[in-house]
């Protein structure tokens, strides 16, 4: 009990941290996964076969090997002294981008083909079809996966903690390390997550259920 | 919908336009790789001296030695995450109240919280308990990774399992009840082969999470091939520049190979299930579940489970 009560800035400051990589990531993972899904159903073959790479290739890495890359080789190419947050971020929402991405084709193929079929018809090119015709409609079917995928982002974000950053399992390490009993330290951990994972999954099941309409 | 749907067979302006897009495309992706390789080249990364490092013998061994640790944790923490996660699906199942929350309250509990932090307080577990519990050197490393892999992928695979057993068409248990089967005859003989086979691609897929996820050792300081990795790379200086760049390039070679070996492997199993014209439906390879080592911890009801084509 004394643990929580007695370090309630560094849990705040864990939990902010947190919540912050999440979303920052969440929005790099979301805008990445969604071009990409675009490269992969795009009628230009190279584009298709970058995107197949991209999916392969990061769903088939460790993200603890990506954390590595992000923080000793990024700074090579890029300018040394990032912040760990910005690297945590890009190897977080690399990641998750793969993930996003094949939910994103996997919603794309179940819209109904007489709908992709109407906008040609009417003479739309691929990117009007799929800005204004597939894309909105697999929207319904891809709020699902995405809350997992997310809630699995969440989870994710701790290996951040292990690279220099503020958030849960940080606090959970300097915790420890100052010797309070591991037993609740991972308890109220666990409890911050969980209000997290709450969190999302409650808001995407509010957006599944305002965007539900009848077929 | 094939991709084709998407757009019109290209007329000859198309086709122009289309090959525009693909030399434009081409070129910018092209123009990124140069970017970082001249980066690098400036920096001095791609040096040969530096990459001669992968030739030298003892460098070999140890990636070598880190790869069979790697395959070592991975082995033991998928053999006992599979019998756990049957234990877990069939506690779930079970009859008795106390034993289905009891096995609820354990899989939704260590599928919420991150691996890392269950390892690391696993870890911290077994370090202050260290000669009540008799372990030595590395075990007590290789113990937190392999337990804290096994409750959380074993909660994950009793998901997978109970969803294939639900999917198993009523028929089945009600006929091997009139036949005068027990409860544990009919789960042992009758649900949990069909469940198996029907889940398979995604058990699999599931133990390719749990082969991603032996390098969190790296965390806890256990000398698998990724610390193994980070470590030669600190202390390997070529030309006073440290190493991680050709290091960290083998590693993530064999890390793909090795689990796009273990993805094959499920989508064959896949294939070959799909072909197959009797029993019960192959679930997807399936991205649903591997979907981020995750799904939503709260509702495991919405596990999908395969799509039964059998029925009419």
Redesign the interface.
């Known amino acids: 009990m004394n643990v929580l009560l007695d370090h309630l800035p560094e849990f705040r400051d864990g939990f902010l941290g947190t919540l912050a990589l999440t979303a920052a990531s969440a929005a790099l993972a979301l805008i990445l996964g969604v071009l990409i899904a675009g490269f992969?159903?795009s009628?230009?073959?190279?584009?298709?076969a970058?995107g197949t790479a991209w999916v392969?290739?990061l769903r088939?890495?460790?993200?603890?090997?990506l954390f590595?890359?992000a923080f000793?080789?990024v700074p090579?190419?890029?300018f040394p002294g990032v912040s760990p947050f910005v690297l945590a971020t890009l190897a977080l929402g690399f990641y998750?981008s793969s993930?996003v991405c094949?939910?994103v084709r996997?919603g794309?193929?179940?819209?109904?083909?007489g709908q992709?079929?109407a906008a040609?018809s009417i003479g739309m090119?691929?990117m009007q079809?799929?800005r204004m015709i597939?894309l909105p409609q697999a929207t319904r079917t891809v709020i699902?996966?995405l809350?997992?995928?997310f809630?699995?982002?969440?989870?994710?974000?701790?290996?951040a903690?292990?690279f220099s950053n503020t958030e849960?399992?940080n606090v959970?390490?300097l915790l420890?390390d100052k010797g309070f009993a591991?037993?609740w330290?991972?308890l109220w951990?666990?409890l911050a997550?969980?209000v997290i994972?709450?969190t999302i999954?409650g808001i995407f099941r509010l957006l599944e259920r305002r965007l539900e309409v009848a077929r | 919908?094939t991709?084709s749907?998407?757009?019109?067979a290209?007329g000859p302006k198309?086709k122009v336009r289309?090959r525009l897009?693909?030399v434009g495309?081409?070129l910018a992706?092209l123009a990124l790789l140069v970017?970082?390789v001249l980066?690098?080249d400036a920096?001095g990364?791609l040096n040969p001296e530096l990459w001669d490092i992968l030739n030298y013998a003892n460098v070999r061994t140890n990636i070598l030695n880190g790869v069979l640790t790697t395959l070592q944790v991975f082995a033991v923490a998928a053999v006992l995450s599979l019998v756990l996660g049957v234990l877990l699906a069939v506690g779930r199942l079970s009859d008795h109240k106390p034993i289905r929350w009891l096995a609820t309250g354990f899989i939704e509990?260590f599928r919420?919280?991150?691996?890392?932090?269950t390892i690391?307080?696993l870890w911290?577990?077994f370090l202050?308990y260290q000669s009540e519990l008799g372990f030595t050197g590395e075990g007590t490393q290789f113990w937190a990774l392999v337990i804290g892999l096994t409750v959380y992928n074993g909660s994950v695979q009793a998901e997978v399992l109970r969803a294939g057993i639900n999917s198993v068409s009523k028929g089945q248990r009600e006929a091997a009840y009139a036949i005068g089967m027990r409860k544990t005859q009919v789960m042992t003989t009758i649900l949990m082969p069909q469940a198996i086979r029907a889940m398979l691609p995604t058990i699999i897929s599931q133990l390719?999470v749990t082969l991603?996820?032996?390098?969190?050792g790296?965390?806890i300081t256990y000398e698998e091939l990724?610390y193994t990795?980070?470590l030669m790379?600190q202390n390997t200086t070529i030309n006073e520049q440290?190493t991680?760049?050709p290091l960290?390039v083998a590693?993530?070679v064999i890390?793909?190979a090795m689990?796009?070996a273990l993805?094959s492997l499920a989508t064959w199993i896949e294939r070959r299930g799909r072909r197959a014209k009797t029993g019960i439906a192959v679930a997807e390879a399936g991205?649903?579940l591997t979907?981020?080592?995750?799904?939503?911890?709260?509702?495991g009801a919405?596990t999908p489970g395969p799509v039964d084509k059998t029925k009419e």
């Not at chain 1, 009628?43 to 298709?48: G, I, S």
């Not at chain 1, 794309?108 to 083909?113: A, D, Q």
Request: with cysteine; net charge positive; charged share 10%.
């Open positions: 992969r159903v009628p230009v073959p190279p584009l298709r970058f392969t290739l088939n890495t460790p993200l603890t090997l590595l890359v000793f080789v090579l190419i890029l998750t993930f094949e939910a996997s794309i193929s179940t819209v109904p083909l992709a079929e040609r090119t691929f079809t799929l597939v699902p996966p809350s997992s995928i809630i699995a982002l969440t989870k994710n974000s701790a290996i903690g292990a849960l399992f959970s390490k420890s591991i037993g330290i991972f951990i666990a997550y969980l994972t709450f999954s | 919908m991709a749907v998407l757009y019109d290209p198309a289309n897009y693909a495309g081409s992706i970017f970082a980066r690098l920096k990364q509990l919420a919280i991150p691996l890392l932090i690391y307080a911290v577990l202050s390719v991603k996820d032996t390098s969190l790296f965390v990724l990795l980070r790379a440290d991680y760049l960290i590693g993530g890390y793909v689990c796009l993805s991205q649903a979907a981020g080592d995750a799904m939503a911890p709260i509702d919405t």
